[in-house]
């Protein structure tokens, strides 16, 4: 019972775990209630359970297993976090449940596996269940099986995936257990429910007698399809159908849900693939080109056994198509034919689509080879040429096919058309569209007419399958000129044919049959999505835009007529019987009987009867075909009395309104309704009729039918009423989808009636159409009668200015997709316009256009000249309109726009104005040759001339829109020409067309050096019309990319161009948007209105054909109509970002399945292989841009990528393997404009990837870094430059020490200049990240780089000799152990180089780096350790504040160019050096007697600063102002963005004014990190700019930021990221090598390190705290990151650890927990400890550790933002270090002496530092690390002082310890002898004094240790001010100067927030610096390098120490 009662105690979740099972039994009972309890599925309480939940299953004790069993079920039915277990409790219940004898228990676990798979877990559960499948247990398998056969009976096999399960079902029936054979037989019958058939195939190998049985079983499976009887969570609303059906258990069920429940699973799928290219005989490529025919038999032989297997892995199978295509080509053997041809069936037949590639290659072979007339072969062919299509489409195929078509052999033709008809059949209406099936239909009626009689054969029965396929009325069109004889041949043929889908007929894309039971022949037409996105109106002809709700529109389009087709229902036409019987089954017996009564009031009856039943029938049971015809029954339309034929008419209307109505129900009633409109009684009722049709069948479809009968009948009336009918309805229903051409012929005829009634009707209907067509409709009439056309011009006029009225009726969709959203609507009608153009028919004039009247139009006499001019005038007009062939006579018009006589140039230029109108869009490819020749015109100095060539381009600009006229240098040609009459028309006609494009090509911005000439150009009109140009160029363009290019002019024209450009900046209009709705523009086109480059008539193509726009997902966007060029969308997205897409190609590439990119030159399988790669993600455009062969084309499409770069830059990235590897292919081009346009691209785009913290991949890199380094041999200095630029930012994303290795493969060149470069390269990576880069191993990198010291070329023995240099620099005296032997000449020169560089070091005080662009230091204390520079600490904040006056002459210099510079920021300037901005001044140092050493500080007064006379107009609008201002503090100009620092100064240095600055912190600070951002990543990079220009600029910012974080008010203000990305910003510039180059930059490094110290001060805590764990978080992530950065992120964590006491209250401790738990998400301590430094760890465990010492057990409260604290190990690290503090709270007794020893919190467990000491030791017994080894030891000794050595040492030599301990005193002599605080990285204590003096006691110190702690006293007063030291962050000092002092409020102190101490203190501090100073000056002298520590001590006499000590003593006591 004790026992007992112990455990009845603890909480439940350590019951389930207890090692009593009555326990556990009790904890399960209890968890199984808890379960049942928790209504939350997302409680926290979920989380404790979720490691146990496995032992639940797996408990031993079969009684507590049970129980676990049922709570397990109820966490995995309850719990939301349950998916996370699914794998190891699946597995759990498969090996520990499933042989368990009790069945109870097995119920369960089966259950389990099944609530799995209900939450969405299917795929692991299957795959355990797979695995238990080759379990040894027996008992185990059956159970498997048993459980994959209920989960697919009850889920189906959409959840279930069968391939994996058939695969392995084969295995179980050879199994020797009898129980496993049948429960395999019984789950392969519930596949074959599934699946039926295609389960045949694989199982044709199993036993025959199971077979046998099989088979028997499957024969009693039932017919109907399978249903899923149980669903998955996200599966609740087909859940709630199926209950609803269920429930509803006699009723019927939608079609459409039916076959979305039936998955048809291609036999093919479950097959595996065989990979026969490795199977292939070695020497097949050898033997089937032998001499000897059996030889090629053979290999044929064995490729068509293996060609045989019925699916095949796909691979690279060009080489076989190509080899197997030349023997069905060029082999004269018949036999070997017949062979081949089988072996390309079988590839086909085994690769499906992936043979689609092949297709194109083989099929015009195939076709030529049907000359052969030997049946075998023939049929050989056939099936061959059957097999390919069925991979590709007949589109792809159709100019292979059309080629034979002509040709001489009859048999060719025969089977070319034979083949037709095969590939017909496998079409539908979707994929055999009108423009696929005309020049078909055109080849085959010449064929028709042929003399041989199986050539017309063939030709019939192509046609009649077509025709069987698409329906007859779409291919009557084209058959138009056949006589009644032939076109019943192709009827007959029609009838003939069956097609593969049973009855599928011409209703392949429809949505629903029209019966009742849907045939299941049809399913496999349907898609298997969603039933609202048809594939017949996907892939059908554009439709109109889309909808709103993204569905196609329901009548849209050019071609809409096609896609509402495909939208209706379509139902054969019935027998009069069946028609009776269905009808029997829904109407009352006595209505049927009166229907033919001869008493009329028994027919009025029963109609009344009818009406009734109909309007009470249900839409889907209504059979709409039976009871028209039942109307129609005998006297049917001919009904006498009105009464009963009126509710005819009605129940009709009835009948369309409420049914599926097709229209072979329509066709029914059309000629009775046609008949009664023009009755007076009965028209109403048939009107309402034909609209009910309208709706059903689509008004287009209607309106044809009605007009065709109307005018077929010689009843004016029932025309003229017809015709307004119709007017009406168009109105109505809208214009989209009518055909206007067929249309317009029956008008014409209404037109020429002799019935006046029947003309007003007519006339009235154009009117209607007007307001759709505008005025081209005038077009179709001009050919009229004058009278007749004169009636026809009043209506339209009646119609001028009004727009079509808003659609209100629509074609009602069909099945459950009729919601009767009639929104969609409105926006159909805007398609009708765009077709008019395309419906003209055209002239082709190009054969009247002959040579005589060309040479007419260029004689010499001008009279002849005119002459042929008119001529061709007449012409022209004559035909109207034409196409867009003219022949010659394009140039020979070019001529005469430079005819000398103006007459001829006027006449030239209205008969290009004519042209442009009878061409229409067909004119875009005259635009180059004739368009710009117009522009030229321009520049003549008749005005009148001018304005017709002005009207000429607005004509033309109509039909082409203005795209075409900006792409190419034309326009900057133009502009180029010094003619002021052709700038300033030209400038003026852009600047009027370019506000309203939507978007310009990139080449508009080669335009803008010009239009900058033009703004300084001598004519004042130019110079006018350039300006107002400006802002329309800045439109498209952007401000900056015109800023850019305004750097590049002189300095006087730059300073005018940049004034102008700041002004138009101001005036820039918005760029149009896009039409919201394609109904917008339904009206009359605009004449004369040359809107925009998609204006007019682009615009309204774009308009059609949304439906395509809608698949390809930018419904925004419409693709371009038929007639124009692909260039219209040029303005969509450049690349298709396609998920793991790049991987699967690098996947693919692994596996060889594509050629790995290596080459030494370009292949075409290489460029083959990367076009087909593109094709699925780059735009079609820019892929015909890339691989053209004009290089300016490419140049052209790199400017595009530039451009598109930031918008798409995720798709970009997407595509970045395919980029990179056409950028390898452009390095082997000789021209070097494309190259440095190349190089450009390249500089931003790893700019822009660095930026977004990407990472090249393995694959990425090795396709293409390889490449580049072959360009550093390039003879140009220029690309040898920019390729080094890009290699130093691909390090940023590619890890350096994989680029070293590529690059020392580079050294192995020939090209000397090559392998100087890469020395160079290898050189700047050893100094930027030390020897590490070198792999394999440094040894042998470096024994390679040493052999080229002994070069023959100079320059690479310099490059060389450098490398080792740098080496040298690193690692000391250890590099000639590394480079190995060495000839004594080499071995001299080495040595002459190394000191030669030794007396350059002191020189170059701030240690130049040789690499200017790498931002990394030499090593990882470099930074730490730069030498304070000896200038004058104020210089840089003179140079500042002089650079704002110098910003603020410059403002007002060009004030006239600057107005927009607000007023408010305008101060005086004249008193700025008054600043009394403190009180108080600092005491003098004390001078020592060294002042040829040391500068002396120069103090400036301090002045009184003037309140500024403006601050009265201050807040008249500040926000705005101050908005503008920060906006350009982001500039890419360099001056402008110093201009708005300086003013943005001015107003923070004035803390009465600075307050307007609230608000705007985030702002300004994200401006700022921008520009520092702009600045080290383009300004640093551009040799062109001045570094002192960059200098001022950090400057500015950097007072700026001191300046803000001085006033803790706004700097608190600062959001959490945007601290993180300043901090990210500075540390960056801190790091960045480059900066030390820059005059003065040690002086600005320290500028940046006080700022940093400023902005930890002054920030909000937490937001800073926040920020600097998530920037650590970030840098650790980075693996291409300086681990330097990281160290100086550490180094701001630990100084805020050290203002924790102190800010503790004002922190938000759930947010910083929340963070840390988020870093520890991230980087589990394990995680951690793999890191290479293990600072990181012990950084935070210090950050936890001061939290919970200062906030106690209390701060386990603060984790209330975290969800799930179970995601990392926080709070058991809280509940560890708070338990811990407790338990010494009581054992500590003395605090009072700090220093004695390490403390006991932070003591380490016995196993870890055992870890880290073996680890240690291992270094020191290494070659290569022993250095470092030791220096980590002494650090560790350092803090752990009480740390036992003896165990390592025990089992050592008496030298190994010798060693070590000799290392040991030496590393600690050099420590002591240096002249500054040695920044290790070594965690600070936790003591409030400990720091680097805290592990020593009084006695030990030396000399040098009093001198560091006096510097740290004297940086506790602000007075350390020139040297770097605490200072800084983290050891990195900050300069703290006088002038600073003055201006701003004193840092109190750098490292703890003491009050100052009394003035002489300060004068003794003084004191003891300058003899420190001297000390270390002199140590200088001694010391060869600057950067090395002395060697000797500096001898000061112990009298002075003693004085120091006592010194010491009494200022610590003052401070106590």
């Given at each position: ?220 499976v039932p017919t109907a399809a399978p249903k899923q009887t149980r669903f998955l969570r996200s599966q609740q609303d087909l859940k709630a159908k199926f209950e609803q059906h269920q429930a509803n258990k006699g009723d019927e069920v939608d ?75 060029k082999d004269a053997n018949v036999m070997l034919v017949t062979l081949a041809a089988k072996c390309l069936a079988g590839l086909a037949s085994g690769l499906r689509k992936k043979f689609g590639t092949h297709a194109t290659l083989v099929v ?611 502009l180029k020409r010094e003619n002021p009459f052709l700038r300033q028309e030209l400038l003026g006609w852009l600047a009027e067309k370019l506000p309203n494009m939507r978007t310009v090509p990139g080449d508009l911005m080669q335009c803008v ?1008």
């Open positions: 019972m004790g026992d007992d009662s112990e455990w009845m105690k603890l909480p439940v979740d350590q019951k389930c775990e207890h090692k009593v099972w009555k326990a556990r039994l009790s904890g399960y009972e209890e968890a199984l209630k808890l379960f049942q309890r928790i209504e939350d599925e997302k409680s926290p309480e979920w989380g404790k359970y979720l490691g146990l939940i496995k032992k639940f299953v797996t408990d031993s004790n079969v009684v507590a297993q049970l129980k676990g069993l049922e709570t397990a079920l109820a966490f995995v039915m309850n719990a939301h976090i349950a998916g996370k277990t699914t794998g190891e409790v699946t597995s759990g219940v498969i090996t520990k449940v499933f042989n368990q004898p009790k069945a109870r228990a097995k119920e369960l676990g089966l259950e389990i596996c099944l609530m799995y798979i209900e939450i969405e877990k299917a795929e692991v559960v299957q795959d355990e269940l797979l695995k238990g499948l080759e379990n040894k247990n027996p008992k185990v398998v059956v159970a498997c099986l048993e459980a994959l056969r209920k989960a697919l009976s009850e889920f189906g096999s959409k959840i279930v995936t069968l391939k994996p399960v058939v695969k392995v079902l084969p295995k179980q029936f050879e199994s020797r257990e009898k129980a496993v054979r049948d429960e395999a037989k019984l789950l392969a019958i519930e596949i074959f429910r599934w699946i039926r058939d295609a389960l045949r195939p694989p199982l044709q190998g199993i036993n025959s007698v199971q077979l046998k049985d099989l088979e028997e079983e499957w024969v009693k079609g459409e849900e039916e076959e979305d429940t039936v998955v048809v699973v291609d036999p093919y799928e479950l097959l595996e693939a065989v990979d026969i290219l490795a199977k292939l005989p070695k020497d097949f490529y050898e033997k089937i080109e032998a001499k000897k025919w059996q030889e090629r038999k053979e290999t044929l032989e064995a490729v068509e056994t293996l060609a045989k297997n019925p699916k095949l892995e796909a691979g690279d199978y060009g080489d076989l198509v190509r080899a197997l295509k030349k023997v069905v080509g015009s072979t195939i076709l030529e080879k049907f000359k052969e007339k030997k049946p075998q072969v023939v049929q050989a062919l056939q099936e061959a040429i059957d097999a390919i299509f069925l991979t590709t489409t007949l589109q792809n195929l159709s100019e292979d096919i059309l080629g034979v078509m002509d040709n001489k052999n009859p048999s060719i033709k025969q089977q070319a058309s034979l083949f037709l008809a095969r590939a017909f059949r496998h079409c539908t209406q979707a994929t055999l569209s009108k423009s696929v099936l005309k020049p078909f239909c055109a080849a085959l009626l010449k064929q028709v007419n042929d003399s041989a009689l199986e050539v017309r054969d063939a030709a019939f029965e192509a046609l009649g399958t077509a025709m069987k396929v698409i329906g007859e009325k779409a291919v009557n069109p084209f058959l138009a000129d056949l006589d009644k004889l032939k076109l019943d041949k192709i009827k007959e043929c029609a009838d003939k044919v069956e097609l593969p889908g049973a009855k599928r007929g011409a209703s392949g894309g429809d949505k629903k049959p029209a019966a009742k039971a849907p045939p299941p022949s049809e399913a496999p037409s349907k898609s298997s999505g969603p039933p609202k996105k048809t594939p017949a109106a996907a892939a059908s002809k554009p439709s109109a835009g889309p909808s709103k709700k993204g569905k196609p529109a329901a009548a849209s389009g050019a071609k809409a007529k096609k896609g509402v087709e495909a939208k209706e229902i379509i139902e054969t036409e019935l027998a009069i019987e069946v028609c009776e019987q269905r009808a029997a089954l829904v109407l009352p017996a006595s209505c049927l009987e009166h229907l033919d009564s001869a008493n009329w009031k028994e027919r009025l009856a029963s109609m009344e009867e009818f009406q009734k039943a109909v309007e009470t029938m249900d839409k889907i049971e209504m059979p709409c075909q039976a009871l028209v015809r039942m109307l129609a029954k005998k006297p049917g339309w001919k009904e006498t009395n009105f009464q009963v034929m009126q509710m005819k008419l009605r129940v009709v209307a009835i009948i369309a309104q409420r049914g599926q109505f097709s229209k072979t129900s329509a066709s029914v009633v059309l000629e009775c309704l046609v008949d009664k409109v023009g009755d007076v009684k009965c028209g109403g009722n048939a009107k309402e009729g034909l609209t009910a049709i309208g709706e059903s069948c689509s008004l287009p479809w209607t309106a044809e039918q009605l007009v065709s009968l109307a005018f077929a009948q010689k009843n004016p009336k029932n025309q003229s009423e017809s015709l307004n009918w119709l007017a009406n309805a168009m109105k109505e229903f809208g214009f989209a989808g009518i055909n206007v051409k067929a249309f317009i012929n029956n008008v014409k005829i209404a037109l020429g009636a002799t019935n006046p009634a029947v003309r007003i009707s007519a006339i009235a209907l154009l009117g209607v159409m007007y307001l759709y067509m505008g005025a081209p409709l005038r077009m179709f009439f001009e050919d009229e009668k004058p009278a007749l056309l004169s009636q026809i011009d009043a209506e339209f006029e009646k119609m001028q200015g009004q727009s079509p009225p808003a659609a209100t009726r629509g074609t009602r969709k069909s099945g459950p997709e009729a919601d009767g959203d009639d929104g969609d609507e409105p926006e159909e009608d805007a398609a009708g316009p765009p077709d008019i153009m395309d419906l003209l028919p055209r002239t082709d004039i190009s054969d009247k256009i002959n040579c005589d009247l060309v040479s007419k139009i260029g004689d010499k006499n001008w009279k002849i000249r005119k002459e042929g001019l008119d001529e061709a005038a007449a012409i022209i007009s004559e035909a109207k309109f034409i196409t867009a062939n003219i022949g010659d006579l394009s140039l020979a018009l070019k001529g005469r726009l430079n005819d000398s006589n103006k007459i001829l140039v006027l006449q030239t230029l209205t008969m290009l104005q004519q042209l442009a109108t009878a061409m229409g869009p067909g004119l875009k490819q005259h635009i180059k040759p004739l368009g710009i020749p117009i522009i030229t015109v321009l520049g003549d100095s008749k005005a009148n001339v001018r304005a017709a060539a002005l009207a000429t381009l607005q004509a033309w600009v109509e039909q082409t829109g203005m795209k075409d006229w900006l792409e190419g240098d034309d326009m900057s040609e133009e050096p010009q239009l900058f000439a033009c703004l300084e150009d001598r004519n004042g009109d130019v110079r006018k019309k350039a300006q107002d140009a400006l802002p329309m160029f800045m439109m498209h363009l952007g401000f900056d990319k015109m800023t850019k290019a305004a750097g590049k002019l002189k300095p006087a024209s730059k300073d005018q161009v940049s004034g102008m450009l700041e002004k138009a900046r101001a005036v820039m209009p918005a760029k149009p948007a896009a039409p919201s709705k394609a109904g917008d523009g339904a009206g009359p086109r605009p004449q004369a209105s040359g809107d925009d480059a998609t204006d007019s008539k682009p615009e309204g193509k774009k308009i059609r054909g949304g439906g395509a726009a809608a698949k390809r997902g930018t419904p925004g966007k419409k693709p371009a109509a038929k007639g124009m060029k692909e260039e219209e969308d040029r303005s969509g997205p450049i690349f298709t970002l396609i998920p793991n897409a790049k991987e699967q190609r690098s996947k693919e590439e692994k596996q060889l399945k594509i050629l790995k990119w290596n080459f030494t030159t370009p292949r075409d399988e290489y460029l083959d292989q990367l076009k087909a790669q593109m094709s699925t993600c780059f735009a079609k455009w820019l892929q015909d841009e890339i691989f053209h062969f004009d290089f300016q084309r490419h140049v052209k499409a790199i400017g595009v990528m530039m451009e598109r770069l930031e918008s798409e830059s995720e798709a970009t990235i997407g595509c970045l393997d395919l980029i990179l590897k056409w950028f390898t292919l452009r390095f082997f081009d000789t021209n070097t404009t494309v190259l440095m346009k190349v190089l450009e691209y390249l500089k931003l785009l790893f700019a822009m990837l660095s930026a977004q913290g990407f990472h090249l991949s393995e694959y990425e890199a090795s396709s293409f870094v390889p490449y580049l380094i072959l360009k550093m041999g390039e003879s140009k200095d220029g690309v040898r430059k920019d390729v080094r630029t890009i290699l130093t930012l691909l390090c940023k994303v590619y890890p350096a020490a994989k680029v070293f290795p590529l690059l020392m493969d580079g050294t192995k060149s020939k090209n000397s200049k090559q392998r100087s470069e890469c020395l160079e390269e290898l050189g700047l990576l050893i100094e930027g990240n030390g020897l590490t880069v070198c792999q394999p191993t440094p040894a042998k990198c470096l024994k390679e780089i040493a052999v080229h010291i002994g070069d023959r070329d100079t320059s690479v023995r310099n490059a060389a000799l450098n490398t080792v240099v740098a080496v040298y620099n690193v690692c000391g005296e250890q590099v000639y152990k590394l480079i190995g032997n060495l000839s004594e000449k080499e071995m001299s020169m080495l040595e002459e180089r190394i000191k030669r560089s030794a007396k350059k070091t002191p020189a170059a005080a701030p240690a130049k780096q040789s690499a200017p662009e790498r931002t990394q230091p030499p090593n990882s204390t470099a930074t730490f350790l730069r030498k304070p520079a000896q200038e004058d600490p104020n210089k840089l904040k003179i140079m500042y504040r002089t650079y704002r006056i110098q910003a603020r002459q410059n403002a007002q210099h060009n004030e006239p160019s600057h107005p927009s510079i607000p007023r408010e920021f305008q101060l005086d300037l004249d008193m700025i050096e008054t600043d009394q901005g403190r009180v108080g001044d600092l005491p003098d140092l004390v001078q020592h007697k060294l002042e040829e050493l040391l500068e002396p500080i120069v103090m400036p007064e301090p002045k009184m600063r003037s309140v500024s006379p403006h601050y009265d107009e201050l807040h008249n609008s500040t926000a705005s102002t101050i908005n503008f201002v920060i906006s350009q503090v982001a500039s890419g100009d360099i001056n402008t963005s110093i201009q708005a620092l300086a003013q943005i100064d001015e107003v923070l240095r004035q803390e009465d004014k600075a307050e307007v600055m609230s608000g705007h912190i985030d702002q300004f600070l994200i401006a700022t990190f921008m520009q520092l951002r702009l600045t080290y990543n383009t300004h640093m990079a551009d040799e062109r700019l001045d570094k002192k220009d960059i200098f001022k600029l950090y400057s500015c910012i950097i007072g700026n930021m001191l300046s803000l974080f001085f006033m803790e008010s706004l700097a608190r203000e600062a959001s959490m990221g945007v601290l993180k990305d300043l901090m990210h910003g500075l540390i960056t510039l801190m790091l960045d090598g480059r900066v030390e180059d820059i005059e003065d930059g040690q002086q600005l490094i320290r500028s940046v390190n006080l700022l940093m110290v400023r902005v930890l001060e002054r920030s909000d805590q937490t937001n800073i705290l926040s920020a600097l764990l998530v920037l650590l978080q970030d840098s650790l992530i980075t693996t291409g990151g300086s681990p330097m950065f990281s160290e100086l992120v550490m180094k701001c964590l630990w100084r805020m650890i050290r203002y924790l006491p102190e800010s503790i209250n004002s922190i938000n401790l759930d947010r910083i927990l929340l963070d840390v738990h988020n870093f520890m998400k991230v980087f589990p301590k394990d995680k951690l400890k793999q890191l290479k430094s293990d600072v990181p760890h012990r950084t935070l465990k210090t950050l936890l550790h001061t939290l919970c010492k200062l906030t106690g057990a209390k701060i386990l409260d603060h984790l209330s933002m975290i969800e799930n604290r179970n995601e990392s190990e926080l709070e058991a690290h809280l509940r560890r270090v708070v338990k811990h503090s407790g338990n010494l709270s009581g054992i500590k007794s003395d605090r009072g002496n700090e220093k004695s020893g390490p403390r006991t919190e932070d003591r380490m467990s016995k196993a870890k530092v055992s870890d880290i000491l073996s680890e240690i030791f291992k270094k020191i017994g290494s070659k290569e690390n022993t250095k470092e080894g030791l220096t980590e030891l002494y650090e560790y000794k350092q803090q752990y002082s009480d740390a036992d050595l003896e165990p390592f040492l025990r089992n050592t030599s008496q030298f190994f310890q010798s060693y070590v301990e000799r290392g040991l005193r030496m590393i600690e002599s050099e420590r002591e002898g240096k002249g500054r605080i040695q920044t290790t990285a070594v965690i600070p204590q936790h003591g409030v004094d400990s720091g680097p003096l805290g592990g020593n006691n009084g006695e030990d110190l030396k000399p040098a240790m009093y001198y560091e702690r006096l510097k740290i006293l004297r940086q506790r007063k602000g007075l350390e001010n020139h040297t770097k030291g605490l200072g800084g962050v983290g050891g990195v000092g900050g300069p703290e100067d006088e002038q600073q002092q003055q201006q701003r409020l004193p840092i109190s102190s750098l490292l703890s927030p003491k009050p100052p101490v009394a003035s002489s203190t300060d004068m003794l501090q003084s004191k003891l610096s300058q003899l420190k100073e001297s000390r270390e000056l002199y140590q200088q002298e001694l010391s060869p390098h600057g950067h090395s520590p002395p060697r000797g001590r500096s001898a000061s006499p112990s009298a002075n120490l003693d004085d120091l000590k006592k010194r010491l003593e009494r200022i610590k006591s003052n401070r106590q």
